[in-house]
């Protein structure tokens, strides 16, 4: 398979391109574009930018933006709003709201990786009013109703 061509604008001093860590990654690494330490304080949240934007150069993709997981157990350190997404006709600056979930503030260093971006094929939706749906073996059960293992 073709890697997808993203094109890419530093739009901070501090910013690189995102790389992945390993040939198998599936997602590749966000760093954080500050001058500066940025301090997530305890119990508390704090966007952080990434410096850069993105344009994929094939249309009826989306990137999607994931935890870290060794920030999440290590340090609390998970995304605010659980994954973000970048659409694609987006040309902003990416930013990462990060959540700390500890009792100590968390200090973000100038190019520490803080998500991952991970991009995947989407399909819109075409939504039909019916008066009934389909019936399955699950029906309406929801919240645990499969069991717990």
């Known amino acids: 398979m073709l890697p997808l061509g993203v094109k890419i604008r530093l739009l901070r001093p501090e910013a690189s391109v ?3 860590a390993t040939a198998d990654a599936a997602a590749c690494d966000l760093t954080a574009a500050v001058p500066a330490p940025l301090a997530v304080p305890a119990h508390g949240s704090l966007s952080v930018p990434c410096g850069i934007a993105v344009s994929m150069e094939e249309s009826g993709y989306f990137a999607l933006i994931c935890a870290r997981s060794g920030l999440a157990f ?7 709003n659980g994954v973000g997404v970048i659409d694609a006709d987006y040309r902003g600056e990416i930013a990462v ?5 500890s009792d100590e503030d968390y200090l973000v260093q100038p190019g ?3 998500a991952q ?3 995947l094929p989407v ?5 039909t009013v019916v008066d ?7 029906g309406e059960g929801g ?7």
């Open 132 to 138: 009934t749906l389909d019936e399955t073996a699950r």
């Open 117 to 119: 971006m991970l991009f």
């Open 97 to 101: 709201g990060l959540r700390n979930d």
């Open 123 to 127: 399909r819109a939706a075409s939504f």
């Open 143 to 149: 919240f645990g109703s499969s069991g717990r293992l």
């Open 74 to 80: 290590r340090h609390g350190i998970s995304l605010v």
């Open 112 to 114: 520490e990786r803080i």
């Open 18 to 20: 995102p790389r992945y």
